[in-house]
């Protein structure tokens, strides 16, 4: 076993053996075999990750029992709560007998929901739950996992069937994301000076989530999810949202981009409440803020830029200079005692934002690099 591996832009360290894998393996075939010793399951493999512990499985169980096999597949890039596809379905043969789900790993159960809605309506006569690995601190807890080889922490892993990009998969070992390489970022700077724009770029460049506390509000609420519906009816009694509610926002937006190099939060914290809140989130995830980065820019600069996307965009609150004032004054009050915050961190960071847009980008590096 290697002590690291590469993949694309990620680095992987050892993790788990072969040799601990296929113990728990046998483990999961001895523990199902004594309470269906008399019994002639189905094993249902979901593919394309469990092909690897379905087949060793198969070569540990000692009795009769049949296998097939179902294809899902997730799309995380479409929206931010994923889209699960079937693109194989069960075959009829399963209505009246005992179905056993043979998973290679249950983390959020997003996966987990659409294959018990196949179920539903098959009418087994039971179906229970096996996964290879278990992610107990991120899984949802809706649906009792029957059981499992190996409860392992919120971490990206691959090998053994599990991929990064499709690449990995043939490992005969696990291997889990050194985070130690990871950016997480905060990007601060008053309307105008260019956040959207840089935020653009940084993502791409260092393959980092943009999260966007707007954008993410905004789907949210036009998709109905129940945090989008609990932070509308606070915002339709006037009222602000409470900090826990947009952390878990953030939380799910985490959670889905493990492939992620790292996260650029934009539009929150806030305030040093939420600050502390997002730090406390981070560090549950063995993450943290490395550095936030202020767009600092001159208020009449920003004004004609501000004047002139309004003329552009159609935009009425970039087209009265008495508004575009009142936001530089809310967002000086607020961020004032964020820089107190992160300086007193040693990670808050003040970037000119006036220049060419490459030249502004070069100063960004320069302080990325430089962590």
């Given amino acids: 076993m290697q002590d690291s591996i590469r993949i694309f832009d990620k680095q992987f360290k050892a993790y788990i053996s072969e040799a601990e894998i296929l113990a728990a393996v046998r483990k999961m075939a001895d523990d199902i075999a004594r309470e269906y ?9 979901v593919l394309n990750g469990a092909y690897m512990f379905v087949s060793d499985f198969m070569k540990c169980y000692p009795y009769p029992c049949e296998l097939t096999f179902v294809k899902l597949s997730s799309y995380r890039g479409l929206t931010s709560t994923g889209i699960v596809e079937t693109l194989l379905d069960l075959p009829e043969e399963v209505e009246g007998r005992h179905v056993i789900i ?25 179906f229970k739950i096996a996964s290879l690995f ?57 309307p105008g000076a260019g956040k959207g724009t840089q935020a653009a770029f940084l ?45 878990k926002m953030l939380q799910e937006e985490v959670e889905k981009n493990p492939e992620a190099s790292g996260f650029i ?18 560090d549950s995830k063995d993450m943290k803020i490395d ?35 009142n936001r530089f004054e809310e967002y000086n009050a607020k961020t004032a005692p964020l820089k107190d915050y992160y300086s007193a961190q040693g990670k808050f ?12 980008t070069r100063r960004l590096q320069q302080v990325i690099e430089n962590l």
């Fill in 37 to 45: 010793r008399d019994q002639t399951p189905v094993f249902v493999g």
């Fill in 102 to 126: 043979l998973e290679d790993i249950i983390d959020t159960g997003r996966t987990l929901q659409e294959l018990v809605h196949m179920f539903s309506n098959r009418n087994v006569k039971d």
């Fill in 134 to 190: 278990y992610k107990s601190d991120s899984y949802n807890g809706e649906y009792p996992i029957d059981y499992f080889g190996m409860e392992i922490p919120d971490k990206f892993i691959v090998g053994y069937g599990l991929d990064y990009r499709e690449q990995g998969r043939n490992l005969r070992d696990i291997y889990q994301l050194n985070e130690e390489d990871m950016t997480n970022l905060v990007l601060f700077g008053k």
């Fill in 203 to 247: 993502k791409e460049h260092y393959n980092l989530k943009h999260i966007s506390t707007g954008d993410v509000f905004r789907y949210n609420i036009s998709q109905g999810t129940d945090l989008g519906t609990l932070a509308k009816s606070y915002i339709d009694k006037g009222e602000l949202v409470p900090d826990s509610v947009t952390i």
């Fill in 265 to 282: 939060f934009d539009g929150f914290p806030r305030t040093v409440a939420q600050a502390e809140a997002l730090d406390a989130f981070l």
């Fill in 291 to 325: 550095a936030t980065i202020a767009l600092e820019a001159d208020d009449q600069e920003l004004i004609k830029r501000l004047l002139q996307r309004g003329k552009d965009s159609g935009r009425s609150d970039d087209q009265d200079e008495s508004k575009i004032r």
């Fill in 349 to 360: 960071h003040s970037v000119n934002g006036i220049g060419e847009i490459a030249e502004i």
